[in-house]
C-alpha cells in the first residue's frame, strides 16, 4: 500500500497560492494527472478526491485576511474547518493564534495538511473525522468554501450556528448556491484568480462573512 505523505510529495509541488507569497503547499500543477493518480490511489486505499491538492478561493480569502490582519487571531484559540490544505490555519498559526486546530474529514487531507505544516514551520493540530457531533469551544472557527452541496449545508450549519453562539465563526464563499443568505454579516470581500478547469472560470470575487 502507498504511504499517503509519499504520495503527497511524487503527486505535487511545493509552491505558493495565488496573493499569499508567505506560505508553501504541496499543490498539484495540473488537474487531470493528480485526479488520475488519485483515482489509481482510491482503488487501493478507498480515499476521496484530490481537495486537498488545490488552494480555493476560500482559504486563500481567509489565508489573506489572517495574514493582513493578525490582530483578529492573534493569541487566539482558532479552528480551521474542513480544512482541504490546512492554508487558512497556517496562515492563522503566523499570525500569532495562540492554538490552531485544522478540522477534516479525509484522511488524505490530514496527511497533506501535516505535510504542509511542517514545510512552513508550523505547529498545528491535525483532527480527523467529522467534527458536528459536539459544539466547539474555539475564538475564531474558519470555514472556507463548505456550502457548495445542499447535503452538506443542512449538516453542518446548525452545528456553526450553535458554535457562533460560543465564538466568532468566518464563512468564505466564493459564490456557491447553497450558502444561507439570512444570519450573516460580510466583512471582507476578495478577488482572486483561479482556473477554468477548477471554477468554470478564471476570477472569482470571495466574501467573508460573520454568522450572526
Known sequence: M?????FIRRSTCLAAPELIPEIRLHLATEITPIW???????AET???PPYWAFAWP????????CLDHPELVHGK???????????????????GAAAVTAIEIDPMAGAAMALNARANGADIAVEIGDATGS???ADVMMCGDICYEAPMTR?????????AARGEVWIADPG???VPREGLAAFARYEIATTAELESRTMRETILYRIT
Open 2 to 6: 502507498t504511504d499517503p505523505e509519499d
Open 36 to 42: 488520475q493518480a488519485t483515482e489509481t490511489f482510491l
Open 46 to 48: 478507498g480515499i476521496a
Open 58 to 65: 476560500g482559504s486563500i480569502a481567509l489565508a489573506r485576511h
Open 77 to 95: 484559540r482558532v479552528i480551521d474547518f474542513a480544512a482541504g490544505s490546512g492554508l487558512a490555519g497556517i496562515a492563522a498559526w503566523m499570525a
Open 135 to 137: 459544539v466547539r469551544d
Open 155 to 163: 449538516h453542518i450549519w446548525p452545528w456553526l450556528r450553535a458554535c
Open 176 to 178: 456557491r448556491a447553497y
